[in-house]
């Protein structure tokens, strides 16, 4: 059985650009959900992808955008990227209504 | 809105010593409580939950009882070892919507020592 994996690892922008993070579900996994940790904090709810849609949203602003794809595989997009946005991605796969959450090693995004 | 308070840290105790770790939260519904942790440089990996009252969660020797009463899910285990030092959070999972979201704490660093 896969876990979830993600890409890249470690990424490095400027403000003002766009990024781009990817994941793959664990397999039989039909939803993700994505958190956004600052350093010395505990993750913060960003969105959840079930069938192609959005289905649930934290306090993040639009330029927070995603997609699921029909093999469930997801992408987090970031616009206009702010130095604050400098974080770990992670990516959780589950099985639509369950209260399990299985978690990818995350993306370490730094915005200069 | 839902919110999930730990202990602060860093907590540093030697090998073998009792651990703690305090964990209250707050919840509109009836959520299901988890502890989660993290090595350095790796994510999040599940160690324990807990879906109603009364319930405890346990493994590798790490426990929690959901205490509904107290609104509480603390993290015990009797004897800790070097290989436990990482950063331990608790969180809920509740429906909000049609998504089921987790809401985590801040977190407890835990170093133990030989």
């Not at chain 1, 974080?87 to 995004?109: I, K, M």
Request: proline fraction near 4%; charged fraction near 15%.
């Amino acid at each position: 059985e896969t876990g979830v994996t993600q890409s890249p690892t470690h990424l490095i922008k400027t403000r003002g650009q766009q990024v781009t993070l990817r994941c793959s579900s664990q397999s039989g996994h039909n939803t993700v959900s994505w958190y956004q940790q600052a350093l010395g904090q505990g993750p913060q709810f960003i969105f959840q992808y079930y069938r192609e849609e959005e289905n649930g949203r934290g306090n993040f602003p639009p330029r927070f955008s995603g997609l699921q794809f029909p093999n469930y595989s997801s992408e987090l997009n970031v616009n206009a990227l702010e130095l604050d946005d400098s974080a770990l991605y992670l990516c959780a796969s589950s099985l639509a209504g369950s209260n399990e959450q299985f978690f990818g090693p995350g993306t370490r995004l730094t915005v200069l | 809105g839902d919110s999930v308070t730990q202990m602060e840290g860093p907590v540093t105790l030697s090998e073998e010593a009792f651990l703690t770790i305090n964990c209250t939260y707050t919840a509109t519904g009836y959520p299901s409580l988890f502890w989660y942790v993290q090595y350095p440089g790796e994510g999040l990996q599940l160690l324990l939950k807990a879906t109603k009252a009364d319930d405890k969660g346990s493994n590798k020797g790490f426990e929690a009882t959901y205490r509904k009463e107290t609104t509480s899910f603390h993290l015990e285990k009797g004897s800790v070892q070097v290989s436990d030092s990482a950063v331990y959070f608790c969180a809920l999972s509740d429906l909000s919507g049609s998504a089921r979201q987790l809401t985590f704490g801040s977190g407890t660093q835990l170093t133990v020592l030989p």
